[in-house]
């Protein structure tokens, strides 16, 4: 009854977006409804690759602005999640992974799925239906795991992400050079994980409360050595799909070593293509990083992880001035030709780096980082707390978003960064 | 008992959030006290003959106690910053809540506008607004589209960025209010003599909306149902300009429902009206000085026209009256 | 084999299509940025009054613009911050504060001795307006709003003759 009622919220808020939002998400999920049973019996390959193309052709159009703007048409909300979600259900099936599903009312719940709709995560048919179509009961210690993660994200979000993001469009607007593309790059950095994985929070928090049990994002992206290890800590459910249905297929690391290359090569270049047309040069940077391997790696682990978070974080620019191609690189150049540091530190409160921003941003990257590094410990002392103590948190976190957090008007409100993807 | 605590709980948290709420909101005590005017109604013990709505152009140029010490007729001014034409019928509406008057004068300065203007102008309005189904009804009419209902329910929404802004004043009038007008009436006695202002300018059009008509209409007929007289007025101003066209359609209303309407504009040079000394901003609002005038000159037409009570005789509302004055006097020499 | 063989297909067609954009995209990125650094007008409308160039959102200042006949000053009620206009002999500018530096907000017409950049004056009829700036206008009532970039000519058409020239800036 409570997922009928979960598909039809759905269904109702998905309409809002548009009524071809609706439209895309039912033919996409319709297709795949059906051709998943009858593969399920006949294996034809033929008409798994039709299906996948047909699929795929919205995510590929819709990627080209000029051509969207040309035909004036609204891109289906949750275009790029909801895509790769029947993809990975249809080839799973097909490869007998799992079975197909009977019931087209959960199909819909799986892939119409609010919470994940907008920002992901990108689910697998075989992960979340093991909890997605059972019955629900209340339970009190989920609700309070699934509030507790809901205002967690929040905090994430208003208090870092925003009021990053108030600093970064400054430099932006005003084309702001050097030591400022440095610190955008670097605050962009801590911005982009914040946003993305504070949605994430919400969006399992709400799975939480209905005992939906989805999959982690993130695992402490920014302790990674390696670019190749931070891919497997960051925007996990989008990596690992690509390792599975695109790394893998292409032959993996079972062929010669340069076939590997250009296969992690692709893969990234998939990736770059998957955020969105200028991104491929980011996607391509990465891949070379991934396979240039351990040339980065020194002995100490902490020159390690800073050199890795320094690479990850100029190629963010890609995503702060995404605009054009040349635009990231020529910023990145500037950092190294324009020394202004010295006007930067002067003038911190033109960026809106006024010192309570940078005491409240301070505090709450602190309070981030020590929880995501010691999370399985907080995590167990949280759950282990009175319902009398888990309230006062809850209601402490909820208090300070709405008094520390930066929303409305007088501040620059900004929607989450990877539900444009 | 479980239960027990945890709702124990979450009441000590939500009235810190209300708390903090009340703390954030801006006060309008001492800066912005044009923020204060619409609770400072709340407070009036007594009822009135005459009710004024409008803009600036009210509260700055009608002072009812000058009215009353020279008339004495009773009355309030109902004005706000910007106060557009449906924002004067709620609140009209909600004055008619606590009393019945005899005569409603309506400035129609506001009939050239026919969209919000600005959100800080709605907040110096609402803000301090009781909570009822006008209130509700004025936040939905009024609001623009950057703004959300929510943030009038919960104005920390709006004012968390003030939290590095506290002052003195949040504390001390966290919990209490001064008085910063009399009887609606803002004092003003600086004077800033007229120099010039921009050459008139063509209008894309000179009728007034329909929303403004709507709106005018639902005034007159609230105010017929109740058996209140409506008076239209045309406030003294140099700026923004009254256009001919205006002033036609205003006549052709009136006329049309027998409306007295009278446009003090056009007739404050023989009021004695001198914009040389009689105005705060070049022009645009009367000061102190023009507002005395201009109130012995339309308290004295109100008297006669509408055969309001001169209760400087009746020993009780006299009194209040008297005590008023004296607030009034002192906060005028003070000034 | 089979499978490598179609999934490579389908990965060349995205990734073709991608390189396509590339191209395309650096194009049409670059093409309006170089224009831009050529010639601003072709995004935004700068005004010209025989060699006096007006742009709108610039820093106001009377070396530049000269004393002006009148000034005047308006407050709004309840808040600080006043707009404030000098008149000159043939036309108007309007200011606004930002960041502290007073900025041209509008310039008004005043007299159909000049002309807007492209040639059109007070007095002239709607046809002139539109074969000069075209029907791709807003029009509410008799104003004709013509946007580019963060600026906008106003024209107030009124009985067939254009009464009322503005150019505008759009302030965020």
């Given amino acids: ?421 | 008992m479980k239960y027990l605590k945890v709702i124990l709980t979450l009441t000590f948290f939500t009235i810190i959030f209300i708390l903090l709420n009340i703390l954030l909101k801006p006060k309008y005590m001492t800066d912005l006290v044009e923020g204060s005017m619409t609770n400072a109604f709340y407070k009036e013990d007594m009822v009135h003959d005459v009710i004024f709505i409008g803009d600036c152009e009210v509260y700055a140029n009608f002072s009812p106690l000058e009215m009353y010490e020279t008339s004495g007729i009773t009355s309030y001014v109902r004005g706000n910053s910007q106060q557009l034409i449906w924002q004067s019928y709620y609140l009209l509406k909600e004055t008619l809540k606590y009393e019945t008057p005899e005569v409603v004068v309506f400035n129609v300065n506001s009939m050239r506008y026919s969209k919000p203007v600005s959100e800080a102008y709605n907040r110096l309005m609402i803000d301090n607004m009781k909570w009822s189904k006008e209130k509700i009804d004025l936040i939905n009419a009024s609001k623009t589209e950057e703004e959300n209902f929510l943030s009038y329910v919960l104005p920390i929404m709006r004012y968390h960025s003030r939290i590095t802004e506290l002052t003195k004043e949040d504390f001390e009038y966290l919990f209490r209010t001064k008085k910063t007008t009399y009887n609606g009436f803002l004092i003003n006695k600086n004077i800033k003599p007229y120099t010039s202002f921009p050459k008139e300018r063509r209008l894309p059009t000179y009728e007034f909306q329909d929303i403004d008509y709507e709106y005018l209409d639902k005034i007159r007929t609230l105010l017929e149902e109740k058996g209140i007289r409506l008076v239209l007025i045309k406030a003294p101003s140099l700026y923004p300009y009254w256009y001919d066209e205006y002033e036609t359609q205003i006549k052709e209303y009136a006329s049309t429902y027998n409306i007295d309407y009278y446009n003090l504009k056009s007739i404050a040079d023989s009021i004695g009206i001198d914009y040389e000394t009689d105005t705060y901003d070049g022009g645009l609002h009367l000061n102190y000085y023009g507002a005395k005038k201009l109130s012995k000159y339309f308290g004295e037409l109100l008297k006669k026209n509408y055969n309001l009570t001169d209760y400087r005789s009746d020993a009780k509302i006299s009194e209040i009256y008297n005590k008023k004055l004296i607030e009034y006097k002192k906060a005028l020499e003070s000034d | 084999m089979n499978k490598k063989i179609i999934i490579s297909i389908l990965l060349l067609l995205v990734v073709s299509i991608g390189a396509i954009e590339v191209a395309v995209g650096f194009k049409g990125e670059s093409n309006p940025k170089k224009e831009e650094e050529k010639d601003n007008s072709n995004s935004e409308y700068v005004l010209k009054i025989n060699n006096l160039e007006i742009k709108l959102g610039s820093e106001f200042s009377r070396e530049k613009y000269g004393t002006e006949l009148e000034y005047s000053e308006i407050p709004s009620c309840a808040f600080e911050g006043l707009d404030k206009t000098y008149t000159y002999e043939y036309y108007e500018i309007n200011t606004f504060e930002d960041n502290g530096k007073e900025k041209i907000l509008s310039v008004y017409f005043l007299d159909p001795n000049i002309t807007t950049t492209e040639n059109v004056s007070l007095g002239d009829d709607l046809e002139k307006m539109t074969s000069t700036y075209g029907t791709n206008y807003e029009k509410n009532d008799n104003l004709y709003t013509y946007k580019k970039g963060k600026t906008s000519i106003e024209f107030i058409v009124e009985n067939d003759t254009i009464t009322s020239i503005e150019y505008k800036y759009v302030t965020d």
């Avoid at chain 1, 339970?139 to 990053?164: C, V």
């Avoid at chain 1, 610190?183 to 928090?205: K, N, R, T, W």
């Avoid at chain 1, 993130?218 to 990674?224: A, E, K």
């Fill in chain 1, 1 to 421: 009854m409570l997922n009928i009622l979960l598909l039809l919220l759905s269904i109702i808020v998905i309409t809002t977006f548009g009524l071809n939002s609706l439209i895309f998400i039912s033919l996409s999920a319709i297709s795949t409804y059906f051709t998943g049973k009858y593969l399920e019996k006949h294996k034809n390959k033929p008409l798994l690759i039709f299906i996948i193309i047909l699929n795929l052709l919205p995510l590929i159009f819709f990627r080209f602005t000029y051509l969207v703007n040309k035909f004036n048409i609204l891109v289906p909300i949750g275009l790029s999640y909801y895509t790769l979600s029947v993809i990975s259900y249809i080839v799973d099936v097909y490869k007998n992974e799992t079975k197909s599903e009977k019931n087209i009312l959960n199909y819909l719940l799986y892939v119409f799925y609010l919470p994940y709709i907008f920002i992901g995560p990108i689910s697998r048919y075989k992960d979340v239906s093991k909890t997605m179509f059972t019955k629900k009961k209340f339970d009190i210690t989920n609700t309070y795991k699934g509030l507790l993660r809901i205002s967690w994200g929040f905090f994430k979000k208003y208090l870092i992400a925003s009021r990053i993001s108030l600093v970064i469009s400054s430099i932006t607007s005003n084309n702001l050079v050097g030591a400022y593309a440095l610190l955008a790059c670097i605050l962009y950095s801590i911005e982009l994980y914040s946003d993305f994985s504070g949605g994430i929070d919400m969006v399992i928090g709400v799975s939480n409360i209905f005992g939906i049990k989805l999959k982690e994002n993130f695992n402490v992206p920014y302790i990674s050595e390696t670019i190749k290890e931070f891919w497997g800590r960051w925007h996990i459910a989008l990596s690992s799909f690509l390792k599975d249905y695109v790394y893998i297929p292409l032959g993996g690391n079972r062929v010669s070593k340069i076939r590997n290359k250009i296969n992690i090569i692709i893969t990234f270049l998939v990736s770059g293509f998957w955020h969105g047309t200028t991104y491929i040069l980011w996607g391509l940077f990465h891949g070379i990083l991934v396979c240039t391997g351990n040339l980065f790696k020194t002995k100490n682990k902490y020159i390690n992880i800073f050199i890795t978070f320094i690479l990850t974080s100029l190629l963010w620019s890609f995503f702060i001035w995404n605009t054009s191609f040349i635009e990231p690189l020529k910023m990145i150049l500037s950092i190294f030709t324009h020394f202004n540091y010295i006007t930067l530190f002067k003038n911190l409160t033109e960026i809106n780096l006024t010192l309570f921003n940078i005491v409240v941003l301070i505090l709450s990257i602190l309070i981030l980082t020590i929880y995501d590094l010691k999370q399985e410990k907080i995590n167990n002392k949280i759950s282990n707390l009175s319902p009398v103590l888990k309230t006062s948190l809850l209601c402490i976190t909820v208090i300070l978003v709405f008094t520390l957090g930066v929303y409305g008007i007088g501040f620059n409100h900004s929607e989450f960064i990877y539900s444009k993807f």
